[in-house]
């Protein structure tokens, strides 16, 4: 009987993966692909039910040439980084690369390397470079192409920095690098300068210092912890950052920005959550960019997040060949929603050195806010920004729905493109 089938003769168990299971020693005999039948779920974690048909929405990961892999190894995020897919050798196992895929491996590796953990590897199609999930994780030769445009530092990260490491821009946020390793190195990453290179790697004085300068400064109450991905420290070393921000007393709010619920959901163990919640209020912000990267696996992770009160966002770079469709972006935003993930932002693809290839024009986000709004839940409208060249932080950019003005009158189209007047008092 397949795993749809159980669900739907027996709608009262739910599906649990067995790596959630294994800290509740709750692992049942009865296995199908790393799902583990149990029931009923909502009696052993008190976690409120989500409904079958939605759950069942979001298939399972395949796991390609991973399938004889014990579900123990699979589901656990040290072996799914301790067997990321880094040389053309192993590579060849899993698809069949093309003649631009060999040569820009072999071309790239020194300056950004490649890495994809096995969880992501099996979700690329073996056949087509053009797959999405493929596209964002191995190389390409459009990476060797420099356009004049092209900036070692887009954001102006580095100038804005007060203290190495920290960010300072805004009027009361910082954003805090605290590592530059991910488990996978997205090939559009605004940040190839340094994630990925040990030498970038924050330090612990660094950290130490960051720390610091956020204790010095009264006006910063939301610290954005990023790198690199935060989740690459061990729960006990985030536990103590997180701590140390959390008794500065104008710190009132904590993000992590985190692709790992993208890249490697089996990182979302249940004692990550148990150590997150101890510094609420904190917020999770991920970056999902297509559909295909909205799995099982991936709703179980923002499921404990979400049931551990944590709020989710997501920040979705817009991608030529990957999400320059409106109907994409659509159902990637209608599935985050259904993980209780908002989409937060769209981000034009910024001026990052070896990029370009993935830039569309502004016009295609424009189109694709005027394709979401009025035509699916508000929830599901992120804002589309151009983050400023240089360091002027995100410029909001959207569809003109004013048309014009006559004295009090506010002329006005809504999503059907129907002309309306509001007067103003
Ligand atoms: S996870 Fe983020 S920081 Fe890491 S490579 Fe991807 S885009 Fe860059």
Redesign the pocket.
Known sequence: MSTKDNLRRAPQLELFHSSSLETRGQLHPRRNSGLTLVRPARLLDGAPPIADHVRARFPLAPRSVWEEVPDAEWNSWQWQLRHRVTTLAQLEKVVRVSGDEREAIARTQCDFSMAITPYYAALMDPEDPRCPVRLQSVPTTGELLIQPSDLEDPLGEEKDMPVPGLTHRYPDRVLFYISHN?????R?????RK??KPTSAAARKQIDDGIAYIARHPEVRDVVV????PLSLSDDRLDEILGRLRVIQHVEIIRL???NLV?LPQRITDDFVRMLRRHQPVFVNT?FNHPKECTAEAFEAARKLADAGITLGNQMVLLKGINDDPRIVKELNQKLLMMRVKPYYIYQCDLAKGISHFRTSVDKGIEIIDALRGWTSGLAVPHFVIDAPCGGGKIPVLPQYVTGREGKKLLLRNYRHQPYCYEEP
């Open positions: 991910c488990p996978v190195y997205c559009h990453c605004t940040r190839k994630v990925a990023s790198g690199g991905d920005g985190t692709r890249t970056h």
